[in-house]
């Protein structure tokens, strides 16, 4: 008998709220768990707990930056493996936010 596989997980950092709450109604549809985080610090202790499959991170937050929060994923051991790929996309128009596979 074959389980089922797990549901992927994706992580939310941004600081506004709308804009949470549109993309976590988004990221349900499409399948995943989705946590979300308005605070970089509380999104980095989830990281440490449980890697998620994917994270969508606000670039212009208002404490740590989100190229500061990928590159403390990065050089760190909170993921197991390596992060492949990072790129960066306009998903709300003004809002820049880099998704990591």
Do not use: N
């Not at 990928?70 to 960066?88: D, H, N, Y």
């Amino acid at each position: 008998m074959v389980s089922p596989s797990p549901v992927p997980t994706l992580l939310l950092l941004d600081d506004d709220p709308g804009v949470l709450k549109v993309l976590s109604h988004l990221g349900g549809r499409a399948g995943f768990d989705v946590s979300t985080y308005e605070d970089p610090a509380g999104a980095l202790d989830a990281v440490r707990q449980s890697a998620p499959d994917v994270a969508m991170i606000d670039l212009r937050l208002p404490r740590m930056g989100g190229l500061t929060v990928i590159s403390e994923i990065k050089r760190s051991a909170f993921v197991s493996g390596s992060v492949r790929r990072t790129s960066t996309c306009t998903v709300v128009p003004g809002r820049s936010l880099a998704i990591i596979v």
